[in-house]
Antibody, heavy 121, light 110 residues
């Protein structure tokens, strides 16, 4: 059974960088059939896909247009985990952040437990 | 404002059937057979219930079914049970690595 365990701070100051990690068990970050995503949910913006990373002989990253200039998703295969960095955060970035396995076309079948991140000074 | 339109609420009595709609455009719902449905209980992560319009992941009861007609997708829950009370969200692929979600529908089991 695939399990995703998230970690990272719940409070980030405006203009700083939001950093979260998602540890994978039961699958591999470099699987040739999986993609690893970050999704967030807030009352004002609803559910919003942020980006993904996947491996097909080389690493690929895709990002949502809304955050493309501020987001980086990285993978650490030695720890079997992937991470989210979102730069220059504002209170609008306050949300519950989830990591998830899956594809845009066929849904996300395994999710992390969620991390509530508040952007506030 | 969400890209896909869902009714804010739906309800039914135990044993009954309820259908939740998800309306988009020809650029998302109507253009791809890539609609997914998620169930979310309070304080929990979403759970995939339907993918690719009408397919059920392993472990999802066959009381849950999905369909699509034109720009509108639908989730039907048959034989309503108390544990089906939750928020339900639809999503659709919209091309060019673009994914859109609905605003969610709260299902109440009366």
């Amino acid at each position: 059974q695939v399990q995703l365990q998230q970690s990272g701070p719940g409070l980030v100051k405006p203009s700083q960088t939001l950093s979260l990690t998602c540890a994978i068990s039961g699958d591999s970050a470099s699987s040739n059939s999986a993609a690893w995503n970050w999704i967030r949910q807030s009352p004002s913006r609803g559910l919003e896909w942020l980006g993904r990373t996947y491996y097909r002989s080389k690493w690929y990253n895709d990002y949502a247009v809304s955050v493309k200039s501020r987001i980086t998703i990285k993978t650490d295969t030695s720890k079997n985990q992937f991470s989210l960095q979102l730069n220059s955060v504002t209170p609008e970035d306050t949300a519950v952040y989830y990591c998830a396995r899956g594809w845009l076309q066929s849904g996300f079948d395994f999710w992390g437990q969620g991390t509530m991140v508040t952007v506030s000074s | 404002q969400s890209a896909l339109t869902q009714p804010p609420s739906a309800s039914g009595s135990p044993g009954q059937s309820v259908t939740i709609s998800c309306t988009g455009t020809s650029s998302d719902v109507g253009g791809y057979n890539s609609v997914s449905w998620y169930q979310q209980h309070p304080g929990k992560a979403p759970k995939l219930m339907i993918y690719e319009v009408s397919k059920r992941p392993s472990g999802v009861p066959d009381r849950f079914s999905g369909s699509k007609s034109g720009n509108t997708a639908s989730l039907t829950v048959s034989g309503l049970q108390a544990e089906d009370e939750a928020d339900y969200y639809c999503s659709s692929y919209a091309g060019n690595n673009n994914l859109v979600f609905g605003g969610g529908s709260k299902l109440t089991v009366l």
